[in-house]
Each structure stands twice: as C-alpha cells, then as structure tokens.
C-alpha cells in the first residue's frame, strides 16, 4: 500500500488579498518535504489494512473512505486508535461505501444483511459516533471546515467532505452513501436550475454550499 502526498505552497503572487493554496507535483514516495510547505497525505481504500501503510510524515492526513471492510466496530475502532497514533496536524475523514454502518437509512434497509453472522447486535449509530465524535479527527459527511495549521504563514484551509457514491454499484455490493440512476438525475437537474447538491444516500435535504471563500480542497469517495 501507498499513500499519495502533495506539498501546498503560496502562489508567487504580489498581492497579500489573493491567500489561496496551490499545489505543487505529487511526490511519488515519502521524500523530504520542501521548505515553507505543507504537506497533505491522502489515503483511501486501505480496507482493513492500515497496518501495512508506511505513512511519510506531514501536516494534513485525509482518508477517502473505505477504511473498513464492512464498517464493523472492532474495524472502526482499530482504525480509530491507528489515527491516534499519526502526528498529523489535523486529520480528516469521510466513509465509503464499505462503512455500511455509517448510513443509517441503508443500514436498516440492506447493509446489516453484511453482518449476519456476527452474533452480539451491531448499533450502527454508536460504531459511526466511534469516528465521527472523536477527539483530533475532522469527520465530514456532506460538510466543510476551515482548519488552521501552524502559524499565519498559511491561511485557514477550507475542506469539503462527501461520502456520496455514484450509482455504479451492482445488486450485491456494498453500496452506502449510493444513489440510483433516477435520483442522480433528478439530483443534476435540481443543480442546473440553481438548487443545492443533494445529501449523501438520497436525502431529499440539499447540501448547503459552503459560504465564504472557495473551497480549497474536495474529498470525496465515489
């Protein structure tokens, strides 16, 4: 496994009312960060297998989703404290559509057929609180957040977070966080007239688009 790591520097820009963020080209390993950077690592799909990473070191970790197999506690949790673990600066993270527990509405609908047999109950909510409510992690669904690292040399970093998947999914997969054919279209047409994007899952509530300065970094996991 590997993790993708970008350095962000100022723009070479005369102007001090332009603050934004720009990247530089990705490092292909862990290589030693550059001067008067920031260092964003990026993971995704570890599926279980965190363990196995060999994070370089940096200031901002995101995690893509499906960091678990199919979103069961003990795989949450495990997780969880290797997260603890990480020197990060601030650490940010979105589900997939393996974290079947992390989607209430498709958890009580399908995802729990995934855990059939396990013998103790799985409380969906409780495995989700297990990430979303945890100290020194930024857990967005559907969200943003500014995140301040280091001193002023750098302006608040603004990040939007979304599990939403596409509807590429057959019948027997894991599909969390999913929308059909249908509500994907509907869901385009609402945005051409000038709506909001609709919620992860199918929700008929309308993600609210971040106020402020433009976003400057997306994650997302379909």
């Known amino acids: 496994?590997?993790?993708?790591?970008?350095?962000?520097?100022?723009?070479?820009?005369?102007?001090?009312?332009?603050?934004?963020?720009?990247?530089?080209?990705?490092?292909?390993?862990p290589g030693t960060q550059a001067a008067g950077t920031l260092r964003v690592v990026m993971i995704a799909d570890t599926h279980c297998r965190h363990g196995q990473l060999s994070i370089p070191p940096g200031d901002l970790l995101l995690v893509c989703g499906d960091f678990t197999?199919?979103?069961?506690?003990?795989?949450?949790e495990?997780?969880?404290?290797w997260l603890d673990s990480l020197p990060f600066a601030a650490k940010v993270v979105i589900a997939g559509n393996h974290e079947v527990?992390?989607?209430?509405?498709?958890?009580?609908?399908?995802g729990h057929s995934y855990h059939k047999d396990v013998e103790e109950h799985v409380d969906a909510a409780k495995v989700r609180e297990i990430i979303s409510?945890?100290?020194?992690?930024?857990?967005?669904?559907?969200g943003g957040i500014k995140v301040q690292i280091g001193d002023a040399q750098f302006p608040p970093i603004h990040i939007f977070g979304s599990p939403a998947q596409a509807p590429f999914f057959g019948e027997h997969s894991m599909a969390a966080f999913g929308r059909s054919q249908l509500e994907e279209a509907a869901a385009m047409e609402e945005v051409r007239r000038?709506?909001?994007?609709?919620a992860s899952g199918g929700?008929?509530?309308p993600v609210v688009r971040?106020?402020?300065?433009?976003?400057?970094?997306?994650v997302t996991h379909g």
């Not at 962000?8 to 990247?23: F, I, S, T, Y």
């Not at 197999?69 to 949450?76: A, D, I, P, T």
């Not at 409510?133 to 559907?142: K, Q, V």
Request: glycine letters at 12%.
């Open 133 to 142: 409510s945890r100290a020194g992690i930024h857990y967005l669904e559907d």
């Open 203 to 205: 929700s008929s509530a």
């Open 101 to 110: 527990t992390f989607e209430p509405k498709y958890y009580a609908e399908r």
């Open 69 to 76: 197999k199919s979103g069961l506690r003990e795989e949450v």
């Open 78 to 81: 495990d997780f969880a404290k």
């Open 1 to 29: 496994l590997r993790a993708g790591v970008l350095d962000v520097c100022m723009p070479c820009v005369q102007e001090p009312a332009l603050p934004e963020l720009r990247g530089l080209p990705l490092v292909p390993g």
């Open 194 to 198: 000038g709506g909001g994007w609709p």
């Open 210 to 218: 971040p106020e402020g300065p433009p976003v400057d970094i997306l």
